[in-house]
Structures are given as structure tokens and as C-alpha cells.
């Protein structure tokens, strides 16, 4: 089984900051990764897929890295709608599971 | 409009059964392998079950393994969940969500599960 960890679990920043959210994988998922964006009450948001593209309607203010066992999740200026809790979760051929990291709350500073 | 639907959560004691649904609207529902992902009160997303567009191919977590059964009717345009011999670490919402690309691009906004005495 792969394990993800996210790292900081919580992110204390300003609006108009840089945010940058690390997710860690066991052993290698290739690109197989992407990130999520969850509010409170809401489901979550696909916000990044395999590892560096966003998905359809994501502001270009979200932009993602890595390969292999290291990723990141950047936000290159926080909007207020921004602080929230962020996921990332690997797809693994061998044994064919999807597993999430713990999440990272960004918060308002 | 792409739209998923939960439904058929509620209260279940210990050892009963649940089945929930997801009906799907907006893209072709047959093209697409599907999920299941739960979310327990103030905790992290866990992925419960996939299945292949066309049922060829299911996949389960190991915590529902033996208890939960995936299922789609592709002429419905619906994803189902049945789960059996529920737990109190079963409570949770339950999202069904569409694969695409590796991740999971279309969610449902959930139905919720309490397994409660």
C-alpha cells in the first residue's frame, strides 16, 4: 500500500501570500497524482491531475510539481476563497487503489 | 449540466445494510469508470471502490472488502453501493465521484451514513 503524507498540516498565511503544499509518496507513483480542494460542508474540487495539469475552470494561480515521490501544490497568490483544506491522492496500477494524504488546512493568518 | 446524485443514506444499526445510489446526468455515464470515497466526521477522504466503465474491472478498499459490493446499471445512468455488516467506522458521507485522468473531476455532494445502536 502507498502512503501519502502532506506536509505542513497547517499553513497560516495572508491574503495576497505564496502558498506551497508538500505531498510525499512511500515509493514512486509516476505522475499519477493529483490535488483537491475542499471547503467546509462542500465536496471536493479536482484542482490538479497527473501531477501538473489543471483541471477544466482552475485559475492559473494553482500550478503543481513532481514526479516520482515528491509533489507540490503552489498557490502563487491567496485569493480569500483559497483557505481551505487541500488533498492529494496517487493512483496505483499494483495493488489498483487510490489513496489520499491526510490534507493541509490553509488558514487565514 | 455534469451532475451526480447521492442518495440513500440514513441511520443504520450495527450489522445492517445500506444501499446507496448515484444517479448521473450531463456526460455519457457508460464511458466512464466511477468511485466511491467516504469522508468520516472531521476526517481526511478515503477511496471505498472503483468500477470500470463497463463492470469488467472492480477494485475495493481493503477496510470494505467482504462487506460492500459496487455496482452500475449503464442503461440507468447509475452507480450503486451496497454495503453490508455495517460498522460505527462506517459513518461517514459517501461521495461518488467520475475518474478521469487519474483523479476524480465530477463529485456528487454526498449522502450521509450513521451506523448507530
Known amino acids: 500500500e502507498i502512503v501519502l503524507t502532506q506536509s505542513p498540516a497547517t499553513l497560516s498565511l495572508s491574503p495576497g501570500e505564496r502558498a506551497t503544499l508538500s505531498c510525499r509518496a512511500s515509493q514512486s507513483v509516476s505522475s499519477y497524482l493529483a490535488w483537491y480542494q475542499q471547503k467546509p460542508g462542500q465536496a471536493p474540487r479536482l484542482l490538479i491531475y497527473?501531477?501538473?495539469n489543471r483541471a477544466t475552470g482552475i485559475p492559473a494561480r494553482f500550478s503543481g510539481s513532481g514526479s516520482g515521490t515528491d509533489f507540490t501544490l503552489t498557490i502563487s497568490s491567496l485569493e480569500p476563497e483559497d483557505f481551505a483544506v487541500y488533498y492529494c491522492q496517487q493512483r496505483s496500477n499494483w495493488p489498483r487503489e487510490f489513496t489520499f494524504g491526510p490534507g493541509t488546512k490553509v488558514d487565514i493568518k | 449540466e455534469v451532475q451526480l446524485v447521492e442518495s440513500g443514506g440514513g441511520l443504520v444499526k450495527p450489522g445492517g445494510s445500506l444501499r446507496l445510489s448515484c444517479a448521473a446526468s450531463g456526460f455519457t455515464f457508460s464511458s466512464y469508470s466511477m468511485n466511491w470515497v467516504r469522508q468520516a466526521p472531521g476526517k481526511g477522504l478515503e477511496w471505498v471502490s472503483s468500477i470500470s466503465s463497463s463492470s469488467s474491472y472492480i477494485y475495493y478498499a481493503d477496510s470494505v472488502k467482504g462487506r460492500f459490493t459496487i455496482s452500475r446499471d449503464n442503461a440507468k445512468n447509475s452507480l450503486y453501493l451496497q454495503m453490508n455488516s455495517l460498522r460505527a467506522e462506517d459513518t461517514a458521507v459517501y461521495y461518488c465521484?467520475?475518474?478521469?485522468?487519474?483523479?476524480?473531476?465530477?463529485w456528487g455532494k454526498g449522502t450521509t451514513v450513521t451506523v448507530s445502536s
Open positions: 465521484a467520475r475518474l478521469w485522468n487519474h483523479g476524480m473531476d465530477v
Open positions: 497527473d501531477a501538473s
